[in-house]
Antibody
Framework: QAHLAESGGGLVKPGGSLRLYCEVS????????MSWIRQAPGKGLEWVSY????????YYADSVRGRFSISRDNAKNLLYLQMDSLKAEDTAIYYC???????????????WGQGTLVAVSS | SSELTQDPAVSVALGQTVTITCQGD??????ASWYQQKPGQAPILVIY???SRPSGIPDRFSGSSSGNTASLTITGAQAEDEGDYYC?????????FGTGTKVTVL
């Protein structure tokens, strides 16, 4: 049974930094592409960033490019999101989600974590 | 960047059929997937590919696509199907979620 657990969220001032973690268990992490997805309070889902199973290809949404950095450690089964220059509009629940590399073509996330809350406020 | 547009809200009588649509320029080239989200919970995948369901998803959920529109149909809606539904697809090279549809089961 796959399990994804996010951590690292919290309250941070505008302009500050935060690092999110997603610990994955119950599957072969190195076979899974991963993404970070966020949801602002009362709003819809927003895709944030994507990384292939090997880490060789990375994409960012326009809203975070240049401020956020996604990475992974396949030996530790960990996905990261380094968030710098945070803004009030980055306030959201951040979910990690993933799918098997053989199903990349289907543009989907079979496995999701429960999310971690990031609040950016002075 | 392109958008995936969904109707904000739909309602369906218990046991009846409802179809949610998702419109976007890229849907003619890329598969869409669909997610159900209930209040306070993480989204779950309900449909992907042409019309595939993960294990545990009831067969009353089905998907289809035509041109730039992807659709999710719930045939014989149950009270537990109430929630928000989002489509997701490629906005090459990036990705994008739909605007979301709130489904109410009456």
């Amino acid at each position: 049974q796959a399990h994804l657990a996010e951590s690292g969220g919290g309250l941070v001032k505008p302009g500050g930094s935060l690092r999110l973690y997603c610990e994955v268990s119950g599957l072969i992490f190195s076979d899974y592409y991963m993404s970070w997805i966020r949801q602002a309070p009362g709003k819809g889902l927003e895709w944030v960033s994507y990384i292939t199973n090997s880490g060789s290809v990375i994409y960012y949404a326009d809203s975070v490019r240049g401020r956020f950095s996604i990475s992974r450690d396949n030996a530790k089964n960990l996905l990261y999101l380094q968030m710098d220059s945070l803004k009030a509009e980055d306030t959201a629940i951040y979910y990690c989600a993933g799918g098997h590399r053989s199903e990349t073509y289907y543009n989907h996330f079979r496995h999701w974590g429960q999310g971690t809350l990031v609040a950016v406020s002075s | 960047s392109s958008e995936l547009t969904q109707d904000p809200a739909v309602s369906v009588a218990l046991g009846q059929t409802v179809t949610i649509t998702c419109q976007g320029d890229g849907l003619g080239d890329y598969y869409a997937s669909w997610y159900q989200q209930k209040p306070g919970q993480a989204p779950i995948l309900v449909i992907y590919g042409q019309n595939s369901r993960p294990s545990g998803i009831p067969d009353r959920f089905s998907g289809s696509s035509s041109g730039n529109t992807a659709s999710l149909t719930i045939t014989g809606a149950q009270a537990e199907d109430e929630g928000d539904y989002y489509c997701f697809s490629r906005d090459y090279p990036l990705y994008v979620f739909g605007t979301g549809t709130k489904v109410t089961v009456l």
